[in-house]
């Protein structure tokens, strides 16, 4: 039976009949003929739409062969949504993890990779070794690529049909495989198809933070010092104005010319002077930055101190300079900086592939930035069962405190009728607090919090936040993936049991006695099922301990499912999964992933935040609406406030908030486009001399290139001598100057070329006589090695480019064209710069030889 979809997903009907009718007709074939199907689609050079139905069939059946599971219609619906590049939005517990087989299959068939990207390394694993379960079947080769592998097996995953990888190692590949010296280093293949799970994630949430390979430059210190001593003479407001808000600084028009006149310079913004950064720093270590409050001065060192929490953060560092700025101001060693060598967005990296989709539980409220950016559509896709959670109305109370007990007081309620709750959090601060209040009440609950080493342990806990009486506290992004069961997960369970029994073991080996931990762990067994461990041990037959194991777990699986399955009941009847949440996010997406938590799969189950006027998002975005709402109701502090316009408030200030996040993703976006352009055309440069065999044509081109670009300016210059002595000198031939300025432009212009592919010639045959192959070496050598050097000191000159844009006052000009002239202009003269060099280099390549 097809169900009858909304117009925009009911086109898809008649392709999900044809998966289903053709499903039907596969499973009544033998293992042996399902495979032998399998196998014909992947020689075939069929379109990929003409196969779908097909593949989509085959697929449905192979994972019910090797699962034991049926694909819901909406999941197929989901796969086929996915194979159009678009984002399929399904809520969590639909069963996404299976979805993305389908048009993974469908796709890898093209030969080219299929790279499947999630947000952690426990997900990355658990999914890969799902997908092989499935795909051995039909021998199609899963890879998976964590922070743990190394690089020759990188390759040799990305090169299996489909890949399983994070995002960051994925971005992390990519600019490294930009960097690589030789051939053979490179790991990624071109882009072909992605799908990315938790993809607002990943595109949204991350999109702000660049991923950086960063290596250490040598200090300079006596720019610093230098920036300090002009710091000190400065004067505030009249040579600049401090902005304790924003923590920025701005120059006056004084302030700028007294630079200049003691730096002995024309123009403090110039982009290939350094100075500026180290101004400003300086004066924000001497205005902004308090020794014994924002820092500690031990042992030489600068400390920062935490400005919550007051707690001094060893190790850590200010970016950009300014750590550094405040070691000159305090007369200490000035320590080493980091110098980016290659970065590049998340949002630049997901744009290279062909095609990109994408999947998750809340992508309608972004539909616009998807489509804008990305060009990518979202489209909902209906949930099997109807979901029937209850989204109750917001609670909000006058100040923080009250709400924070009300929280406290809610939890204990509800751990006394035992309906599990989860209490999301915006930062591990308050879930520590509401942790400490718990416990002061005696209330069990665990707490987790997100940080990247806790991710498999957090998975297990949020597995097991569906069972009676858990009290979980989580910040948002902590056990992303995993999806709650009422009634906890059975074979997490049983597994726990068992890894308890074998730990508890491990530490008594040598006692025969029966110990307290053991005792309590029979009687937890007990509780559901009268195995008695040792009991099975002392009378199993069988000699080896992992095939005694695996009888219990299956028994003790067995009596979990049961377990499970009557506790689900208990707690449908106490009304399920019940979601708190303490605050409202950035944006409703995020609080709907945290109501997402509930209700899965048509299981009851209801959600509330509680919020009160002192959080963050309404001081800073509510205004004085929301208070004068307040004066006006005049409340108690512990009543909490239900008012609609109260709520129309808050929503407005939400939407305000959202609208200011998009504003600075848009904007990195805009002023990343113009680095990005050029970075696709430098490592394009890059790889086509990886690649090439023919580096003598392109060293040529270059020298013709640079003669060009040095005969325009000798004309600008009326032809003035010098610039042909320059030309001369830089391409390292022998000319007499005189007989070559009686030449007209286009003589010159073929002079030197023929010149130049002589003397390139001759240095060819002479150095292949010293050494076959060498001069092959010397140009890949050459080029890449300015090419990298030249890169690295643009982007710094971008970088610094990017903060002065923010420094200098424009008038009624925009900016951002500012900021692409100039980029466009650095960039030019780094082509330039790149040429020169590397002919000048390569036409003395015979002194190095000869050493
Ligand atoms: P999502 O990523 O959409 O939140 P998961 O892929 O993590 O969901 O799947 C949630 C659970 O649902 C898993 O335990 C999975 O085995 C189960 N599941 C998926 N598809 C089906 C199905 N068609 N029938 C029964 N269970 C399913
Ligand atoms: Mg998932």
Redesign the pocket.
């Known amino acids: 039976m097809i169900p009858i979809f909304s117009q925009s997903i009911s086109k898809y009907n008649k392709t999900l009949a044809n998966i289903n009718k053709k499903y039907e007709i596969l499973k009544n074939y033998s293992d042996q003929e399902l495979k032998q199907e399998a196998n014909k689609l992947k020689n075939t050079n069929f379109n990929k739409d003409i196969i779908l139905v097909d593949a989509f069939a085959v697929l449905k059946e192979v994972i019910y062969r090797t ?1 034991d ?4 219609n909406v ?1 197929i619906l989901g796969g086929i949504i996915l194979n159009q590049n678009n984002i399929a939005e ?10 993305a087989l389908l048009p993974a299959y469908l796709n890898c068939l093209q030969g080219k990779g299929v790279h499947i990207v999630t947000v952690n390394d426990y997900l990355v694993e658990r999914d890969a070794h ?1 997908a092989n379960k499935v795909f051995s079947y039909i021998d199609i080769k899963v890879g998976m690529i964590t922070q743990k592998t190394n690089s020759t097996n990188r390759k040799f995953e990305y090169e299996k049909d489909i890949t399983y990888i994070t995002n960051s190692e994925l971005g992390f590949d990519y600019l490294k495989d930009n960097m690589a010296i030789h051939k053979h280093d490179i790991v990624q293949r071109e882009f072909y198809y992605a799908i990315i ?1 938790e993809v607002d994630s990943i595109l949204i949430d991350e999109a702000r933070t660049p991923l950086i390979i960063s290596g250490i430059t040598e200090v300079k210190p006596k720019l610093y010092n230098k920036a300090r001593d002009i710091s000190d003479i400065l004067t505030n407001t009249i040579d600049y104005k401090v902005d304790e808000k924003s923590k920025s600084i701005i120059l006056t028009e004084k302030g700028i010319n007294n630079c200049e006149g003691i730096l002995q310079i024309k123009n403090l913004y110039d982009v290939n002077s350094p100075w500026i950064k180290y101004i400003i720093n300086a004066l924000k270590a001497k205005e902004l930055f308090l020794n014994n409050k924002d820092y500690i001065v031990k042992n030489n060192q600068l400390i920062i101190v935490d400005e919550f929490t007051g707690r001094i953060m060893e190790g850590r560092r200010w970016s950009d300079g300014l750590h550094q700025s405040l070691e000159a101001k305090e007369n200490i060693p000035i320590e080493p900086e980091n110098k980016t060598l290659a970065s590049i967005t998340y949002q630049n990296l997901f744009l290279l592939y062909q095609n990109l989709a994408g ?1 998750t ?1 809340t992508a309608k409220t972004e539909e616009n930035e998807f489509s804008n950016i990305y060009k990518i559509n979202v489209t909902t896709v209906p949930t ?1 069962q109807e979901c029937i959670r209850k989204d109750l109305s917001d609670f909000v109370y006058k100040n923080e405190y009250n709400k924070w007990e009300a929280i406290a007081n809610e939890c204990s309620d509800m751990y006394k009728t035992g309906r599990p709750t989860l209490i999301g959090t915006t930062s591990i601060e308050k879930s520590e607090l509401l942790s400490t209040m718990l416990r002061k009440i005696n209330i069990p609950h665990k707490l987790l919090n997100a940080k990247p080493e806790n991710v498999s342990k957090e998975a297990e806990i949020i597995s097991q936040a569906g069972e009676k009486k858990a009290i979980t506290i989580s910040t948002n992004m902590a056990g992303r ?3 709650i ?1 009422l009634g906890g ?1 059975p074979e997490k369970r049983a597994t726990a049991i068992i890894e308890k029994y074998i730990s508890d073991k491990e530490i008594n080996t040598e006692e025969k006695i029966i110990n307290k931990n053991e005792i309590l762990f029979l009687n937890k067994i007990n509780k559901f099922n009268n195995i008695n461990i040792k009991q099975e041990i002392e009378n199993n037959t069988l000699k080896d301990s992992n095939a005694i194991l695996n009888t219990i777990y299956i028994k003790i699986l067995e009596k979990c499912k049961n377990y499970s399955k009557k506790e689900k009941q208990e707690i449908l009847q106490l009304g399920g999964l019940y979601v708190i949440g303490t605050e409202r996010h950035e944006s409703r997406r995020i609080d709907n992933q945290l109501r997402g938590r509930s209700g ?2 048509g299981d009851k189950g209801s959600s509330r935040f509680f919020l009160s006027l002192q959080d963050n998002l309404f001081r800073i975005f509510g205004g004085n609406k929301i208070e004068n709402i307040i004066t006006k109701l005049n409340i108690n502090d512990k009543i909490p406030i239900e008012s609609i316009l109260l709520t129309k408030s808050l929503n407005s200030a939400q939407k305000k908030v959202e609208a200011y996040f998009y504003d600075i993703r848009k904007q990195l976006y805009d002023y990343d486009e113009v680095i990005n352009n050029q970075r696709k055309a430098i490592y394009n440069e890059r790889k086509k001399i990886l690649n090439s065999q023919f580096t003598k044509e392109c060293i040529l081109e270059y020298a013709e290139y640079t003669i060009e670009e040095m005969l325009t300016i000798y004309l600008q210059k009326n032809k003035d001598n010098n610039i042909l002595k320059q030309i001369i000198k830089l391409l390292n031939i022998k000319c007499n100057i005189m007989s070559l300025a009686k030449m007209n432009i286009y003589e010159i212009k073929e002079y030197l070329h023929e010149q130049i592919r002589i003397s390139y010639d001759l240095k060819e045959t002479y150095l292949e006589q010293l050494r076959p192959g060498l001069i092959r070496q010397l140009e890949k050598y050459y080029l890449l090695q300015q090419i990298d050097q030249a890169w690295q000191q643009h982007i710094d000159k971008i970088n610094l480019l990017k903060e002065y844009i923010g420094w200098r006052s424009y008038g009624q000009q925009d900016p951002l064209i500012e900021y692409k002239n100039e980029a466009f202009h650095l960039f030019i003269n780094m082509i330039m710069y790149i040429r020169q060099t590397v002919i000048y280099l390569v036409m003395r390549s015979r002194l190095i030889v000869d050493l």
């Open positions: 699962l599971i049926t694909l819901f999941q399904m809520k969590t517990g639909e069963g996404k993890t299976l979805v799902l799970d999947m539980g099997n993936g995993t999806d069961i997960n899965r799969q």
